[in-house]
């Protein structure tokens, strides 16, 4: 069996080249995935685990002395603690206060546990010492070298300002930093996010130091910890395990397909030389062993080149993402060693099981019944009624895995769900994509003539070998389709939520009148796009207390329309009133009545809602000229430039607030944090779809090439009976085509219904009135890329069998 193994690679190079192909394009695919995902996940924590750098083990949520015991323990054993949290005091600085409710919050005395960028000065080094934000610095006019008090009575603190610091993220940032020895005087008021602790790098024995002095404590790795406020602070929908779920999923099920269909194609050819060395006296046994280390060899040198061409590809696609497109704020690839041997060992697992099924076929019968034509796919026989209710069983149950998916709203059954769905459609392929093509028949023979008619006759002629050429195509457009629904989706529903929540950027409100300039002073600023002036007064709402009340403008107003984002705005009608949702709760409800009083006057109006401009309330224009006829400017609406910061833009507008006794409702960090984790998952799949559609392509055109291989001596016949070169060219153009647009359909069917399945699944649990947004653009793109991949698939093909002369094509093997 070795001669005659060693006899088959010389002669059939072309064959094992495919094979080897598919199997690289299969582990590479896993590779570049893990590394999209990797920077994904990097992107979308970015700055929220800067804090915990260097740390072995987070506690959430500690008590203030629980807090202070690990600090003082880590001090003792040699480790190093420090925490994240924050307490409220005021700050004064002379006779002026700056402050009546600042949070502070720690400094780490170790520089390497510092999270906080330094912009000016230095770090504390000694109690007495404070670093100040940049940000609430500008807004209060701060500068380095300013004396400050901080809180009151006996625990009042004075201190220095000896820096300026910008902190990564809001979750980890204070007003004010001082060092542990002066922020534990707040002991009783100071609340614990999260403590880090630091001793040898080890989780299980930074865990068991933590539990000796605090029992009770709620341990979690950095990575744990991490995700889990990512996850708080995305309205409990947990994206990256969302992504790695999805991603790792994708992957795997591409990998297996892709390496399966071109198996199936190359060992329906090798069916016919099994069974002849069956019948010149091979073994089973002989058989069995031969295609299994054939299959071993093919498989771990694939899982070789595959492994260090996806590392390559995959770093070089997230760099070119990164490059290309910087709004998707990608973080760096790192590719585990966990997922390089996961790939190689789906490429050969996947290889050797793959060549082992269709043998298995041969060695179970006789030679001269595996001789035979394979009709096992036909619904005419046992074999085939088989598969047709196992593709329909298969079907059901990933059909009702999504329905559960989309009831309980579970990401691994709306995975399984969509895998099992698809898996089914794949089984059911024989049937399904000859019927389709016979469907699509009369058009290309009335289109092409001979050539068309032989096309479509052809392709249904062998429905396993058409079904395993469309499946390379079906699965990049299924993935394709359904991953760019998804995202204009939820991109579109979250875009429709932020304008619901936050209809315009910032909000600066008085507490009063404010000065007619200050319209003029705040559309100077830099970062500044666009101001609406709004009229109000205060009055004191029962059960709130003095609130300023807004007169809601109307969108025809051009400054109005300039600052709003969306098309609507929240406009109470007359005798209602639209409170803060920070006020909505227990003690008022929508449809309770509340009494406003105001220059004089009181009004009963009924709660109709909330809305997102911080502390006002808003009733319609007419309402307010009936409750206060001398109401003016009250507030200034803002529109932000396109890139500006948000944490910037707001200390520039409080420093020109606070003057004015005025508030600022920052709506742009919201909105802007979310914008950041669509932009980083949105580039993680574009890399991924990029990678699809290359693989896409390259199967269609390796299952294509092996499938006109296998088909020598039948294209030399047509030849000789009359089929000239070009008819034989446009025949094999026309079927590539055929099966690209049956695949495009079929495959737009199945990835729109994933995608409205994992919106209602996902989005719409997280965001009330989620539904299905069809890029009609892009999917027109897909369907006309897929066509033309078919013809370009099949172009080298077609030549090659174009060119073998009718009496050479019919003495191949």
Not at 143 to 170: K, Q
Not at 462 to 481: D, E, Q
Request: contains cysteine.
């Amino acid at each position: 069996m070795r001669t005659v193994l060693l006899a088959s690679l010389r002669t059939h190079t072309r064959r094992y080249g495919a094979a080897l192909l598919a199997v690289v394009v299969g582990v590479v695919f896993i590779v570049v995935t893990a590394a999209l995902s990797s920077a994904v996940r990097d992107g979308l924590v970015a700055g929220i685990d800067e804090p915990y750098a260097g740390a072995d083990a987070v506690v959430e949520k500690p008590t203030a002395d629980e807090a202070a015991t690990l600090l003082a323990a880590a001090g003792e054993e040699g480790a190093d603690a420090w925490l994240v949290g924050w307490t409220m005091q005021p700050v004064v600085r002379g006779d002026d206060v700056v402050d009546t409710s600042a949070d502070v919050g720690q400094v780490p005395a170790a520089a390497d546990r510092r999270w906080q960028d330094l912009e000016e000065g230095r770090f504390p080094s000694a109690p007495g010492e404070a670093l100040a934000d940049v940000n609430a610095a500008k807004a209060a006019g701060i500068r380095v070298g300013d004396e400050l008090r901080i809180g009151s009575g006996a625990d009042a603190l004075e201190v220095e300002v000896v820096g300026l610091a910008d902190s990564p993220s809001a979750f980890s940032s204070a007003s004010v930093y001082v060092l542990w020895e002066d922020l534990s005087r707040w002991r009783d008021s100071l609340y614990v996010s999260s403590v880090a602790w630091a001793g040898g790098g080890d989780h299980d024995a930074a865990a068991a130091a933590v539990r000796d002095h605090v029992p009770d404590a709620e341990l979690m790795t950095v990575d744990a910890f991490v995700q889990h406020v990512q996850k708080e602070v995305n309205n409990e929908v947990d994206v990256i395990a969302v992504v790695v779920l999805l991603f790792t999923v994708i992957a795997l099920l591409v990998a297996v397909l892709v390496i399966n269909n071109t198996f199936a194609i190359l060992f329906a050819q090798r069916t016919r030389d099994f069974a002849l060395l069956r019948c010149v006296g091979a073994s089973r046994r002989q058989l069995v062993r031969s295609v299994r280390w054939e299959s071993l060899a093919l498989g771990a040198t694939a899982a070789v080149l595959g492994t260090g061409l996806g590392l390559g590809l995959g770093h070089g696609l997230v760099g070119l993402v990164r490059a290309q497109w910087p709004g998707a704020r990608m973080g760096h690839a790192d590719v585990g060693a966990g997922w390089l041997l996961a790939a190689a060992a789906v490429g050969i697992g996947v290889t050797l099981v793959a060549a082992w099924l269709p043998t298995r076929r041969v060695v179970r019968v006789s030679p001269l019944a595996a001789l035979r034509p394979d009709d096992s796919t036909s619904p005419r026989t046992g074999a085939g009624r088989r598969r047709v209710a196992l593709g329909l069983l298969t079907v059901a149950a990933g059909v009702a895995g999504l329905v559960a998916a989309v009831a309980t709203g579970g990401y691994p059954v709306l995975m399984a769900g969509g895998a099992a769905t698809f898996l089914g459609v794949l089984v059911l392929g024989p049937v399904l994509v000859p019927a389709l093509v016979r469907a699509a028949g009369p058009v290309t023979g009335r289109l092409l003539g001979p050539a068309g008619r032989l096309a479509s006759g052809n392709a249904v002629r062998n429905p396993r070998r058409t079904a395993a050429t469309a499946a390379s195509l079906l699965i990049g457009v299924t993935l394709t389709t359904a991953v760019l629904s998804g995202m204009a989706s939820s991109r579109s529903a979250v875009s429709e939520a932020m304008d619901r929540q936050h209809p315009v950027d910032m909000a600066v409100t008085g507490a009063g009148t404010v000065p007619a300039d200050l319209v003029r002073r705040v559309a100077a600023v830099d970062g500044v796009a666009a101001t609406a002036p709004v009229r109000g007064t205060t009055a004191r709402v029962a059960g709130i207390g003095e609130t300023p009340v807004l007169a809601a403008p109307a969108l025809t107003d051009p400054d109005v329309r300039a600052v709003v984002h969306g098309d609507e705005l929240p406009a109470p009608g007359d005798g209602r009133v639209l409170l803060p949702w920070d006020e909505l709760g227990d003690r008022i409800a929508v449809g309770d009545r509340v009494t406003v009083a105001a220059g004089g006057r009181e009004l009963t109006l009924r709660v109709a809602g909330g809305e997102g401009w911080g502390t006002a309330a808003l009733v319609s224009p007419a309402t307010l000229a009936r409750l206060d006829r001398d109401a003016g400017l009250q507030a200034v609406w803002v529109r932000a430039a396109d890139g500006a910061d948000p944490e910037d833009l707001a200390g520039s507008l409080e420093a020109i607030a606070g003057p004015v006794e005025a508030e600022l409702e920052n709506g742009l960090a919201q909105r802007s944090y979310v914008d950041l984790q669509l932009d980083v998952v949105t580039g993680g799949v574009v890399g991924l779809l990029g990678i699809a559609v290359l693989i896409a392509l390259v199967g269609i055109a390796n299952t294509l090439g092996l499938s006109v291989l296998e088909r020598g001596r039948e294209h030399a016949l047509l030849r000789a009976l009359g089929l000239t070169r070009r008819q034989l060219r446009r025949m094999l153009a026309a079927e590539a085509v055929l099966l690209s647009v049956v695949a495009t359909v079929l495959g737009s069917v199945l990835g729109i219904a994933f995608a409205w399945t994992a919106v209602q699944a996902v989005v719409e649990p997280a965001v009330a009135g989620a539904g299905l947004v069809l890029p009609w653009g892009q999917l027109a793109l897909v369907v006309a890329t897929s066509a033309v991949a078919g013809l370009l698939a099949a172009v080298l093909p077609s030549r090659r069998a174009a060119r073998v002369a009718p009496a050479a094509g019919l003495a191949l093997d």
